[in-house]
């Protein structure tokens, strides 16, 4: 079974700071996904990394795939209120039966 | 584009009730995945429908069970309930063969 374990699991900064999360396997993933989910609604994709090392930019979000397709992060620059959210990270295809396979999540709270 | 709608929003039941839940994928779209989303466990697989078919399910017993209709909505099926089955059900479509799943917002579902 494949897993990913993010981390940190919670993390609470002040607005204007920076930030990296951390999505972690020991399996190899074809591509890896990173979602953010806000309170009462469903899970909204950010981004896919297919290619390993490949890094991609999303405003002052930027998400590197690991040389060896195992690994992920996500960095956040000037975090604002607005980035307050579960942040997930799903690796396909999977352990998951449906082909992803999701990890539990950061909490992220940025406090104004 | 009208996004995957789910419903109910909320539903409170009490222990060995039965529950249906129900998805309307994006137009067109003809895979729909189903998710359990309890706290602290992260979204685990349920169920996956592709043109009216099952696909797959995930690790979870027989009382889970579910079925996709001709215009590729869906419904999910919980019976005996139990009180872990509290959690937030999510609804995702998926146009075959792109990689990208749109998640609805989910039912919140509370067993006392």
């Known amino acids: 079974t494949q897993l990913l374990e993010q981390s940190p699991q919670f993390l609470s900064i002040q607005e204007g700071e920076n930030l990296t999360v951390y999505c972690n396997s020991s399996s190899v993933f074809s591509s890896l996904q990173w979602y953010r989910q806000e309170p009462g609604e469903g899970p909204v994709l950010l981004v896919t990394?297919?290619?390993?090392?490949e890094v991609k930019k999303l405003k002052r979000l930027t998400f590197q795939f690991g040389d060896a397709r195992k690994d992920s992060s996500l960095h956040i620059t000037a975090a604002q209120p607005g980035d307050t959210g579960l942040y997930l990270c799903?690796?396909?295809?999977?352990?998951?039966?449906?082909?992803?396979?999701f990890g539990k999540g950061t909490h992220l709270i940025i406090q104004p | 584009e009208a996004g995957v709608t789910q419903s109910p929003t909320h539903l409170i039941k009490t222990r060995g009730q039965q529950v249906t839940l129900r998805c309307s994928p994006i137009s067109g779209h003809t895979s729909v995945y189903w998710y359990q989303q309890a706290l602290g466990l992260g979204l685990q697989f349920l169920l996956w429908y592709d043109e009216g078919e099952e696909r797959n399910r995930g690790n979870f017993p027989p009382r889970f069970s579910g079925r996709q209709f001709p215009n590729y909505s869906s419904e999910l099926n919980v019976n005996a309930l139990e009180l872990e089955d509290s959690a937030l059900y999510l609804c995702?479509?998926?146009?075959?063969?792109?990689?990208?799943?749109?998640f609805g917002p989910g039912t919140r579902l509370t067993v006392l």
């Open positions: 799903a690796g396909a295809p999977g352990g998951g039966a449906d082909g992803l396979t």
């Open positions: 990394v297919v290619t390993g090392g």
């Open positions: 995702a479509s998926r146009l075959q063969q792109v990689r990208r799943r749109l």
